[in-house]
Each structure stands twice: as structure tokens, then as C-alpha cells.
């Protein structure tokens, strides 16, 4: 294969497994509610399936660096999308939420390997003058997922079975496989550096632990105690870990990148806008079909406006912040986005949904925007040698981030049914989520503030996740 050739076809093949990733979570957010009657579930607790994904995600991704360098990048990268469609397997026979929670995490196992090796292989592959050309095609795919996700999914729950949404991912994960083992280059495994397995350990178990006892607070599944013992065990562990890793060399997570100003602004701020971000893909659903008693595919109808906004965003992005600087769209659109974060929580049951769709589009266009800023940000003064430690510290955080705002937001909503005495969601429970959400993603507009005017002049131009 030539070099043209391999920076075309090999972002090409590894974002199969992006796009796979990004198609099975929109389409099971709008799946939620019909699986949840189902099971015979509060929908509330669907909440889980989504939760355990990105505690598995965030808990493995440390791991995956190593994993690649240890077995190679593209033997792993085909494992992993192996996993994921087993995974997607046990989703698609599970019979209730436990056993759909059990399946959605050996998900994750496969999607934390995914998405780091699929980066890796092509930053390994493609002649370094390709790069921005390589990872440009790479996002393609990806972006295409979250516009088909919605109405794909609730064109499967409506028409045939909410099963259907995990069975789509075996022809896209065969199709992944097969290409990759014919067109990606086989290239050896590399020396791997010493695998920080003690901070591995610790960080795994106290993310998991203090996760889980969050997502779980409000279920009534354990005994409040047990949870507080959860929680405060992750904590000690957490802290154990942070006093650990200024002792070492190369930490599981290196919190000695927080010192970059720009690297603490992305991973802080990014935090606040993705908790809030992170909870609407859960929230807009339930709203739509539990709240107005809509379909699913009436729902995935209206919500895949915000992926339609996103994907129009992308190409325009990089002119917008290089015309206007990244601090003044960080400030500027931090509260735009924010404030279209919250705005569905003024939609009414005799909407047209055209006009919602348009709403959602303008969210995503901004999110998308955001997003991107962010991105840049966070990488724009990290050293070359340390890109590996801070790609990884990036995606747990994201993962992390998404996590806390759909547990944030169903917690609100519980509290917020309870107070009004229902039994069943309906839309008076909704606009206050809605707000709150908004809010806390509001909160990072303080942290870009604080960013000196001149914040990523010198961006080097590493390719963004």
C-alpha cells in the first residue's frame, strides 16, 4: 500500500469502529424508554445502561496504550471490536436490567480499547505530513453517526424490537474486522514502557466504586450506608492514588499535566460543559416520549436535529476560531451553548417538530463548536512526549464527565417527581432538569475566563479527538 493510499484507507477502516460506537449510543438513548416498559423498569434506572458503559470506559482506557504496544496496535484494535460486538450480543438476549447493565459493560471493555488504538494506528501509520489530512477523515464517520443514530433507533424500536439496535453492530463490527486485517498495516509491537500497574489498580477500583455508588444513590437498591461505605472507599482510594502518582515517573494518569495552564483550562471547564452536555442525550428522550407521548421514531425524529448542527459545525470551526481566537469562542459560546442546553426544557406537547428540530440543531451547532475549541485547547502546549499520558487523562475525564451528568440529571428528576407526588414522569418534572443541566455546563464560562487572551497562539496543530 502507498503512502496516499494508507492516509486515506486506514482512517477510513478504524473509524468503522468509532462510527459503530457513536451508532450504538444514540440509538440506545432513544431506545430507553421502550426498553425500560419492557423490563417492567422506572425508566429513570435505564440510566444505567448508559452509566456502566462510561464507567467501564473510563476505568479501562488507562490500560490501552500499553495493551497496543504489548500485542500491537491492530491485533488489539480487531479484539476489541470482537468485545464490543459480543457485547452487543448480550444486549440484544438480555431479559432485564441487570443482565442488559452486565452486557453494556464487556461494551466498554471493547469501546475503551477502540477509541485510543484507533487513534494510535493511525498516528503509527500515516507519514507525519498526513496527519491533520488522516484524523480529519477519521471524525468524518464518527459525525455521521450521532445524525443516523435517532432516527435509526427509533425506527427499530417502533417497527421491530428495541433488540434490533445491538444486532445492527455485527455486520458493522465483521465488515471492521475483515478490512482491518486486509488493509491496515501489521506493524510490530513496540517496547511498551512500564505498565503503572499499582496506580492502575487504585485508579480502576475508586472511579468504579465512587461511580457506582452515585448512579445507584437513588435507586433504592442498597442500603444508604452501603453506598456511603462505596463512595467513601473510592474516595480514600482516589486520594491514595493522587498522593502515589507524584512519586513515579509515568503515572496511570499524570496529574503533573494540570501545571499547563491551557491542559488544566480544557480538562476543568471541559469538564463542567460536558456534564451538562453529557446529560441531554438521556434527558431529551424521556422527555419526548415519557413527557409528550411520542414514538421513539417521532422522538429519534426531532433528536437527531442536534447531530445534524454538529456535523454542519465541524468544517467550519477551525476558520471560526482562528478568526475570532480560542479564548473569545470558549467565553462567548460557552454560554450560548449553555443556554441552548437548558432551552428544551421549554418545549410543550403541541410543539410542531420542526421547530424543536431546528432548537436541537442550533445546540449542536454550538456544542460542536465547543467541542472542537476544546479539543485544540487541551492539546495545544502539552510537549510532544508527554501527548500519550494527556490523551489518555482527556478520555477518562470526558468519560468521567458524562458519567456524573446522567446520574446529575436523573437525580433531578427523581427528586423533582417525588416532590409533585407522581408516579409516572411527566412534563412538569422536565424543565428544571433541564435548567440545572444548563447551569452546570454554564460554570466552565469562569474557568475560560480566566484564560489569558493569548490561550493556544502557539497551537501546534496535533490532531484533536
Known sequence: MNEIDR???????????????????????????????????????????????????????????????????????????????????????????????????????????????????????????????????????????????????????????????????????????????????????????SFDIAGFLMVGPGLALLLTSLTLSDLGVLPVGVLAGMAGVGIITLGAYVAYARRIAAPAIDFGLLRIQTFRAGIVGGSFFRIGVGASPFLLPLFLQEGFGRSAFEAGLVTFGAGVGALAMKPLAPRIVEALSMRRVLVANALVSSLLVALPGVFGPHWAGWAMFGLLAAGGFARSLQFTTLNALLYCDVPRAALSRATTFGSVMQELAGTVGVAIAALALGALRGTQGDAALDTADFPLAFALIGAISSLSLVVFLRLPPQAGAGLNRQPPR
Open 7 to 193: 492516509t486515506r484507507r486506514v482512517p477510513l477502516i478504524v473509524s468503522s469502529a468509532l462510527f459503530m460506537q457513536n451508532l450504538d449510543a444514540t440509538i440506545l438513548t432513544t431506545a430507553l424508554p421502550t426498553i425500560a416498559r419492557e423490563f417492567g423498569s422506572d425508566p429513570l434506572h435505564l440510566k444505567l445502561a448508559l452509566t456502566s458503559y462510561l464507567v467501564a470506559l473510563a476505568v479501562f482506557i488507562p490500560a490501552s496504550g500499553w495493551v497496543a504496544d504489548r500485542f500491537g496496535a491492530r491485533a488489539v484494535f480487531q479484539a476489541a471490536i470482537g468485545v464490543f460486538a459480543l457485547g452487543s450480543v448480550g444486549c440484544a438476549l438480555s431479559f432485564d436490567l441487570p443482565s442488559l447493565v452486565a452486557a453494556r459493560v464487556a461494551q466498554g471493555l471493547g469501546g475503551a480499547m477502540m477509541m485510543p488504538v484507533a487513534r494510535l494506528l493511525v498516528l503509527r501509520s500515516v507519514p507525519r505530513e498526513q496527519i491533520v489530512a488522516a484524523f480529519a477523515m477519521l471524525s468524518m464517520p464518527a459525525l455521521i453517526a450521532p445524525v443516523l443514530g435517532p432516527p435509526v433507533g427509533g425506527m427499530l424500536t417502533t417497527f421491530l424490537s428495541w433488540h434490533w439496535i445491538f444486532w445492527i453492530n455485527l455486520p458493522i463490527a465483521a465488515l471492521g474486522i475483515a478490512l482491518a486485517r486486509r488493509f491496515v498495516p501489521d506493524l510490530p509491537p513496540e517496547a511498551p514502557v
